[in-house]
């Protein structure tokens, strides 16, 4: 008599990142050839709830790599954040006789992947689907080098404007509690200030380099801003900029735009890498963990770590950001 097929799920959940269809791709086609039933999640933690589930094979994955969004959808849930609305997912896993639940989200995510490892039996295991960076335990978050492309392009657009026009511009993007895509945004597109949430922001002393730059000849001028910078934002920044300095200024904000588009061939093989290898996790027993990769290596972090240790900037960076928008 044949043994039964193991089961793993796989679910996309919090805000979408450019790279979560590649790693879904990369689960469902390892899961498969490893002789797993794999089953698809819809909308988050409100799907697994209600018992959305979709069975999957490598035809269901077929052009999607290069697809932005999440094809199996997402959405934020408010029940999954209270017992019974854990019960009740908790329910729906062991009625579909379900021994692995992947999970390709955020910090919040992994909070609730946490808390369902603690009453559910199976193994749990989270995939870090953020465009923020701001996990402990990777060095890139899937969606991370995309955004910052994203950032990248409308820097560049935007600085010929600012020149035509000699008035400095304010690009605001994400980042409410970590400013990875603005330092990045920032360094690669050649701004000459950066705000961020990590470090204070004293716009005093950028009103006076400012005055300095244009003592020296310059004409415009491109500050970023990350959304949860203690300034208050592009507006608030660049309203008191213009009180300081007399000068005009246009504000951009990116917004929702940073997390939609086609991924990079970065967040691409990333994505398929943790999506193996989350695969690979399951098989070895692992739980209650989130794969990575930091120096090259695939690597297991616990959950809790993930969003209790801070994971730092690249301090070398942010300093040599001043010195080059000299």
Known sequence: ???PKKRIAVMTSGGDSPGMNAAVRS???KGVNA???VFGVQRG??????????????RSVSDIIHRGGTLLKTARSQRFRTEEGREKAKEKLEKLCINGFLIIGGDGSFHGAHKLSKIWDGQVIGLPGTIDNDLYGTDLTIGFDTAVNTALYAIDHLRDTAEAHERFFIIELMGRHAGFISLMAA??????EVLIPETKTDLEAIA???EAGLKRGKKSCMIVVAE?????GAYAAAQRLHELTGRDYKVCILGHVQRGGSPTSVDRVLASKLGGFAVDAFLEGHTDVMVGEVNGQCCFTPLKETWEK?????SYLLDLAAVLAT
Do not use: H, Q, T, W
Not at 228 to 232: L, V
């Open 1 to 3: 008599m044949n043994k």
């Open 45 to 58: 933690y409100e799907g697994l709830i209600d018992g959305e589930f979709i069975e999957m094979g490598p």
């Open 187 to 192: 360094v690669s597109g050649g701004a000459e």
């Open 310 to 314: 801070k994971k730092k900037l690249d």
């Open 35 to 37: 002789g797993l039933a």
């Open 228 to 232: 949860g910078d203690e300034c208050g």
């Open 27 to 29: 689960i469902v086609r």
């Open 208 to 210: 006076r380099r400012m």
